[in-house]
């Protein structure tokens, strides 16, 4: 892998320095040049409550500088293994939610033709609408869905079925998801009524709330994860309120009562070994974060599935 | 006026205690019992930057239980002269901007349909055209406009024509405001070209860019106001990013150099004695205010507009 | 049930939209209509160290939006099971500590009298004692306690007995509160001497310190609060200090090495089925929480407290 | 002036090393060994809205790292002509307000009969009142008041008559201040009614509004200042929401609309030449001030205070 | 100019997406594709007090996405003049201060070198004295220096003679800078005794105190500025702690008593038709910056700079 | 121990007064009169990231006015086994890294050779070696030692041997530390290669890695602490970035996924009765601590690291 591209080098140009790449790496505008495409989604218009999600990509960029390079645990070094960059942000449209959509999704299209990985940075939830429909565009794929919300909602304020709440619902109907080979972990908090849970667990979604991850503990939660997501094509997504919001204040619906960063990063560590197709990390809301640390936790995680991603990449070829 | 409505007496209730309406004053659902009806727009979907004006109508409640109940320059006594309450916040969709901007209009004929006057709080600049919609029906009105930018450019990200960055282009083609009777005040701020103030100067606005502001002088500047805005019906808008940075940093579009509060309070307290229809401050963004102090110049600019509104009210009578 | 309260619904209205009553509830006057009141204590004169607890009612009442109708687990429905609304705040008079107490008794009274179970958002803890006075006037109740401090000191700054320090000692000795069906958890840190605690372990108080309960586990810890309290009518009382101050730094006396979130939800879910007679959470202190979580674990946990107390209620009827 | 104190010496030790004394100036005990005592007054317990000036003198200390020995404008040395140390807090008592006005009486007693000018930090407004009691003992002092309020109501919440909206209307009736040698400068803000400035009024106060100070100017304003206070003993109290809150955000009662720091810099100078006997700079409310620009305000403008006092004390000797 | 840089365009890609590089304009590595280079210098090693302008040049790209393509005032559009861009970060190191200050002017001097402008976001204010070295390398050049301290200083901390209080003594001292053609405007601040301006008035330095500019205002001050600069090549320098705190708090050694953002871009303007050699905006410290807005006030000064430079370059041609 | 100090009391003397000394302990300036010496070492040069350490002993003291007099677990009352006091901030150079190491040395020096124990409040981890080469200058001391990373590289920028990431690899090299009664607890993160950890575990350290903290559990790695430590001279450090940055987000290199505060108090405790010779507690950074919390943490730390110390102390008399 002559031509990877490295991060710039901390004890040469201080951590402070430089544009906030992810990562510090490369700025790259052609996906072709990629193998696993860093990408932001400025786009927060699927917010039902509290915006801000639109600023994650530049914070999270710019906590970004204070990851390394190898992964402590696993030994995992992406930039050994694999073309990685930054290829700038999906293109948006903030007046106009289905014009978003294609724009994002005819993005990652252009990292998928082009055989790369995507790994996006919300952005609200809804970013994973779209970036589904690039990568399951021939075939459902498996999802691995780290949340406090199932998001699968119908509509919210009339009939609005385009949301933050309810991207899963509509992946599924669409054919991107395959429900069977869905998991969610850290599902929590009050609920509309007793019919909220219909959808995730009528068509055959794995639930796994919060009170029975405590109760079995992130290594059987692992173990659970890798049975439902199995030998299929598998997408991550990561929603940081699945997090407490004491790991993770900044955020647009927060819950109390999740799971801590180390239980996270765990879990990430797990997907290796899986058939992933890509992955992102949403929902860090800067303008609600006064000690920058949601956006560390942002970027650190994106370091974690850039790690299992880049070891998937490797090993298929 | 037996039956006008008071604020809670801050001798006996301390301010911070108890439900934070606008000014202390009762929750008031009718519209028919109200002579000027204060009312929120909790709604930022017009923004082009950083959201967070929708956050607005809550904070500005918070801080406007510091204000009292007279004001110390004109002595005008608002709950004296007419009932004066908090109408709740009108109704929105954060999903449909065409719906939101019919359901504002709703709101607010309500109020004028029951011969009140409408008093905004924001909500994004976007929020002024559906008021105009109501409070100018039967005939165009003059508009005094306190702002940093003239929010007369045509449209944004394609075609999309109702921003907070357009409503007044909007509402003089409408027929809602009459440009000969405009004056918008410390337009300032690094433009995207020549043609930026076109629409304003060719249509016949007076544009008191922020350099003869400072040039004239407030009192010339409140006499250039009352001039422009004559005997007609006329409606304020106040646009918290006007001021200098320093003074309302939480808002969504700061540009340095503007002015100062007691020059605004100073241009405010000049409208006495025009023909108001209504009026609004808006662009107030908590989320960029670490201190609160922008809700409180928010609510305390609303004071100032309802003593004139007040007086106007009563002159009427 | 058919004249119960219901929640603004959040589908319809956004949950930044509207006046900020606790969980979104109607604002009612009259006791008489509610079976539990929701109510503020926007008072902190017993606090020895940082003021601030009285800006919690309104910052509580504002984070409070973010809940929804029903218990995820539990699946209890507050609002179909009894009327529950928020009366506004208790009166209180910040330069008089006997008259303040005296107020709040009385509101509180009103409550009871009327067959309403009263839940208080504080306000320093000072302000159980004068619940207390009412709820338990006619008996002793049982307390089960979260805090890191017993507050069973006797007094400050010379003699002065009433402060956030103090109330569970004038509880017992005033008959309020029995010390053996008192169980207080998470009680750590520094302490000024060999004495401190004294008083509730002589009194009988059952004193689960912050070791003991990492040691057995938040279940053992649930069994052992539904033994202490009985059968009897209990009190509940939460001091966000209690949690650690990851989870809620906006407090007046902060102390490292407390539970989280989750393992408090699970404490109070472990409430059902005692007979309980009114709660509280206090000392969430607006000014020194500056994400705004604290006052959103705050009214989490009121709401973990209303299903309990909602289940009570209907049992009884 | 062989024995005087200095400063710790800023290009040896950094400014951020060592205890934050006052301006950097030892701690000393005695009051004898001092011609001018610097002092906190950590209460607010007259805090009639948000507490928080209890922490006022520490943050005061800690920002007064900032200043250096000698003022660039008067060329006064403070430390070259009196000696000058902190003298620590005044005692308090925060749940007996009548104790602690005589604890603080006590504290200056002991400064006045040493000799010594009193300078304090407070606090909250009402501090002034202790205060004067010990330096007025013999005989009315003049009073040059810089606040947005004049602060002489009659009482709040019943009759609670010690608060920090009274302290001067006590002052007068006590016989401690003159009110017609008493000049208040930038009095503003809704007002409760028309008789809320007729104490001040009534007694021969000199009230210069803030539109009469914008009027005149801040030249002529000090010409004012020293006709009002005339050749007599002259106390200077300044209440920092005398200022603009965009220059001192972190206090209890902001007023928008205030003067500047410039312009307070050149009122306090202005006093050079009165027979001045002690001074305070009171209601910084640190946890209103997350940049910490209003301590350094109120560190600033107490240095201004300490110059015209060295001064004073200088041309008695 | 066919071959210009241009921003991106925010009708289309919204202030928040991207990069966040100068202007939103591209990020270029080759000195010879620009006449004027926009460059970040990530260093605070020459801070004696507060740290935190390192982070200085990040922030400032970012909240410089707020600028538009055209100066409101001048009609100036200097991306249309000449060619502009983000050149990224000069090299620093921040464990040897020499080798920083040496590499910092090898940055620069190859902007010098192929003829290009430099205009630097610092970092500290010894930023200046490696970037005059290579701007001024072969004549003296005069200096229009804003800021609240001379910074002629000698040393620090023993014998340390390269830091933030030292620059411009040292520029005279290596004939980089004409104390006769230097003008400082707006310095203050109490000082460390009375021969501390003695370097700058003794060397010709015209230094504006705060009072004089005040009582000028800022036209004069503006004509004195171009008096003294006259027309030789000419260095302008803003430390944005030369503004009030209130208007840029985020700063290592703020001053009460400043000038506002208005003033300063009057003055800004005021230098078109100087033969300007280059620029700085220095010591802005995000850290200290909660809002964000002192970035925002650093970012439309370099604007302002950037504007008069173009210009300048433009009639070289 | 007739002559020992004792913390203000807060009973009488409320928290938020007096001056912010260590533990609310008298200020004493000759080492001969203490026997645990409590100091800070404001300094924070040897910082590769973002600085701000320099200003945590001012924090630190002033959060810790919240710690009482008793230990609550062990019993330990520090104050009646020996004499505590705050002995100021040792010297530094903040522009000149080797003369800094030398002064604090030196002020260390003063304390060991006077008989006490030191305990530091940093200041950047670069801290420890020069407190190293006064308390080891005789012997290698065991090291317990609290940290995400293991501050065991070599240099940075170049050959900058002497950074916050070198610190124990020379003092392994300078033989103040025994490597093999060296452990090292928390270890995480990204890392720059494979090679990152080889001084560490070539010199025979103890790396505990945060998975097997987590998988051994906190009472077994206490276990493991003592039997590495053994029964030599030991001294501990705690970076705070050990924790999770949710309970010290306040810190120059944050990881997420460390321990808590509970799990870090019982370690501390678990140092109970071995040869302990000094301690310290580094990396509080307030710039980034916008809620304080992490100043609380490092004070309460120690405490904790006071009472074995004072306990050690005991035991040898």
Known sequence: MSQSFQPIDASAVPRFAGLPTFMRLPHVTDPAEVDIALFGVPWDAGTTNRAGARHGPREIRNQSSFLRAVHHVSRIAPYELCRVADLGDAP?????????????????????????????????????????????????????????HSDTNDSYFGDNRYTHGTPFRRAVEEGLVDPKR??????????????????????????????????????????????????????????????????????????????????????????????????????????????????LVGATLMFEILCVLADTFARRQ
Chains 1, 2, 3, 4, 5, 6 share one sequence.
Not at 100 to 105: E, G, N
Request: hydrophobic content about 40%; aromatic content about 8%; some cysteine.
């Open 92 to 148: 948006v449209n903030p007046f106009d939610l289905q014009d978003s959509l294609a724009k994002i999704t005819g993005f990652v299209e252009s990292v998928v033709a082009a055989g790369g990985l995507p790994l996006a940075a919300g952005g609200d939830h809804l970013c994973s609408l779209p970036i589904l429909r690039a990568v399951a565009r021939d075939r459902p794929v498996g999802l691995v869905h780290f949340d406090a």
């Open 182 to 295: 869905t998991i969610q972990i850290g599902i929590r908090g009050s609920i509309y009524g007793a019919e909220d849970m219909a959808f995730a667990e009528g068509s055959g979604m794995r639930v796994v709330y919060i009170e029975e991850y405590f109760m079995l503990g992130t290594e059987k939660v692992v173990e659970e994860i890798r049975r439902v997501a199995g030998d299929g094509p598998t997408y991550v997504s990561f929603d940081v309120d699945g997090l407490d919001p004491a790991f993770a204040p900044g955020t647009g619906t927060p819950e109390i009562g999740g799971y801590g960063t180390h239980e996270a990063q765990v879990m990430l560590r797990g997907l290796q070994g899986l058939d992933l197709v890509g992955g992102d990390v949403v929902e860090v809301a800067p303008p609600f974060d006064p000690s920058g640390n949601t956006a």
